[in-house]
Every structure is written in C-alpha cells, then in structure tokens.
C-alpha cells in the first residue's frame, strides 16, 4: 500500500512563492515517475507536473511553465514542487500521485497514476 503526504500549502499573496512536499512509502520509490495535479472548485484535475523515476527529465502543463519547477530526492522519498510568481488562478487542492508501471517517463494523463494523496491547499490572493 502506497502513502503520500503532501504538505506546504497555504495563503499567499500573488507573486509570492510556495514548495509543496509530497512524501512517499510504501513502494520503491526510486523506481516511479511523479506527478503533481490540481483541481479548483468546480472544476476538473488537471496536470501541473511531473517528474520521470530517475529525476531527469520534468514535464509541466503549459499555465506554470517557466513559473513551476519539480525535483525529487530519492533519497528521502520526496517530490518537491517549487510554485514561484503565483497567481490567483493557481488556487487549488494539489495532489502528488505515483506512475502506476516503474521505470516509465513523465505523463500528464491521470489515469497513468494509481496513488493519490489528500491534498494540500494552496490559495493565492490578489
């Protein structure tokens, strides 16, 4: 059984910055690629990052490119998601989610996970 952990959300002023922490166990952690996704109010999930299981190669939807980037330390079994020139349109519950087969690239298709955290929320005022 696979846990995730989010954590580092909160309140924060347009433009200013946040780092989401998803803690993992439960899996070989090394061995995935991770994504993070998000969903507002009244509003479907959507893609806003991943990670392939090696760390090298990270993929992002195109409203956070150049403002998001994500990292892994596999070491402690944690992905990072650094939100930097945040906006209001960034509100949203973010979830972090494993690949369901190891040793596979990024992928921004939710139904390539199969293990989702809670959530953390993130809200950006004006």
């Known amino acids: 059984q696979v846990q995730l952990v989010e954590s580092g959300g909160g309140l924060v002023q347009a433009g200013g910055s946040l780092r989401l922490s998803c803690a993992a166990s439960?899996?070989?952690?090394?061995?995935?690629?991770m994504g993070w996704f998000r969903q507002a109010p009244g509003k479907e999930r959507e893609f806003v990052a991943a990670i392939s299981w090696s760390g090298g190669s990270g993929y992002f939807a195109d409203s956070v490119k150049g403002r998001f980037t994500i990292s892994r330390d596999n070491a402690k079994n944690t992905v990072y998601l650094q939100m930097n020139s945040l906006k209001p349109e960034d509100t949203a519950v973010y979830c972090c989610a494993t690949r369901k087969t190891p040793f596979r690239g990024t992928s921004a298709d939710q139904y390539d996970y199969d293990n989702w955290g809670q959530g953390t929320q993130v809200t950006v005022s004006s």
């Open positions: 439960g899996r070989t952690f090394s061995n995935y690629a």
